[in-house]
Nanobody
Framework: QVQLAESGGGLVSAGGSLTLSCAAS????????IGWFRQAPGKEREAVSC???????KYVDSVKGRFTISRDNTKNTVYLQMNSLKPEDTAVYYC??????????????????WGQGTQVTVSS
């Protein structure tokens, strides 16, 4: 059974950094693409980043140059390193996999297995 568990969220000041973790069970993280989404209060869930099976990384424009996605196969975990955080990055962050090989936002939303989320709050 595919399961994902996020951790690492918290409260940080603007300009600070956090690293989120997405621990997988039931599959190997190097088998499938894994994405990160976020949802702010009153807003729709939006894509943030994704790492494909072939280690191709994808980022939305709002986080390019600030966020880095990576994978540690020995820990079966995907990370999202977030630097230069802004108040608008405040959201619940979720990781997801649709057990596919590539990063396709619509597929992840429609067919993905999601973690429970971790709260990130950036104060100004």
């Amino acid at each position: 059974q595919v399961q994902l568990a996020e951790s690492g969220g918290g409260l940080v000041s603007a300009g600070g950094s956090l690293t989120l973790s997405c621990a997988a069970s039931g599959f190997r993280v190097d088998s499938y693409a894994i994405g990160w989404f976020r949802q702010a209060p009153g807003k729709e869930r939006e894509a943030v980043s994704c790492i494909s099976r072939s280690d191709g990384n994808k980022y939305v424009d709002s986080v390019k140059g600030r966020f880095t996605i990576s994978r540690d196969n020995t820990k079966n975990t995907v990370y999202l390193q977030m630097n230069s955080l802004k108040p608008e990055d405040t959201a619940v962050y979720y990781c997801v996999t649709d057990q596919g090989f590539g990063c396709y936002w619509n597929r992840l939303v429609e067919h993905g297995s999601w973690g429970q989320g971790t709260q990130v709050t950036v104060s100004s």
